[in-house]
């Protein structure tokens, strides 16, 4: 990232009255030319060309009716073409495997043409994926779990909004999305959309599988969790 800042390839830029800033690509040019050779990074280069046109199609609609769980079922068609060796955990440790997560949807967002920037975050050292979608503003946080556990996986949904929480103070009314990936299946298996908590329904149950349903309140995970570690 700092020898692309320093190449020119990519430029950091802040907003009139913002203190945030981010990284983004100073032209059009560049920025082609970058998603094309992520493109080649990150995914399987023939089923990418298959699916692409129609995973944008989906996240255009998804994005326009703000029907923001939705996207989840879109996302995860984008993670099932990621590059097989990319998923290894071998030597990567967590925080590899969620960048590579993040330069997904950042590069598959940048190839639809929605507006996504990588900002710094100073309070957690490290760039989040904010996304400005009319008027509103979106946050995205990323945390990856091979636990099938429900406790496991509200521990790190808990984790990913406490983060959030950092820097959610420094936008104007944000959009607070966190997500918990299964980096072996490839799938949101839980998330969040401003405390409201959805599970991935799976094959077995009557509902549709792959879609998402409303679990719970986030709120209510952290009181339960703080209870359980009190009487620990």
Request: glycine fraction near 4%; aromatic fraction near 10%; hydrophobic fraction near 35%.
């Amino acid at each position: 990232m700092l020898y692309l800042h320093q190449s020119g390839y990519l430029t950091t830029r802040s907003d009139p009255g913002d203190r945030a800033c981010y990284l983004t690509y100073p032209n059009m040019e560049v920025r082609s030319a970058m998603i094309r050779l992520t493109d080649h990074e990150f995914f399987l280069a023939l089923r990418w060309q298959e699916k692409r046109f129609a995973l944008k199609s989906d996240l255009t609609k998804c994005l326009a009716d703000d029907n923001f769980v939705s996207i989840f079922p879109v996302l995860n068609e984008v993670f099932s073409i990621i590059i097989d060796d990319k998923h290894e955990q071998g030597s990567r440790r967590e925080w590899s495997i969620e960048c590579l997560y993040r330069n997904a949807i950042y590069t598959f967002m940048c190839y639809s043409k929605i507006d996504i920037r990588l900002e710094e975050q100073k309070i957690i050292e490290r760039t989040g994926l904010v996304l400005y979608h009319g008027s509103s503003i979106v946050l995205l946080e990323i945390k990856v779990s091979n636990s099938r556990a429900k406790e496991d996986l509200k521990s790190k949904l808990v984790d990913a909004s406490e983060q959030m929480a950092k820097y959610a103070k420094s936008y104007n009314a944000p959009i607070c999305i966190c997500i918990v990936i299964n980096a072996k299946k490839r799938q949101i298996v839980m998330a969040s959309i401003n405390g409201d908590v959805y599970k991935r329904v799976s094959g077995k149950k009557k509902k549709t599988p792959g879609t998402y349903e409303r679990i719970g309140d986030l709120e209510d995970f952290r009181d339960h969790m703080q209870k359980s570690k009190a009487e620990v």
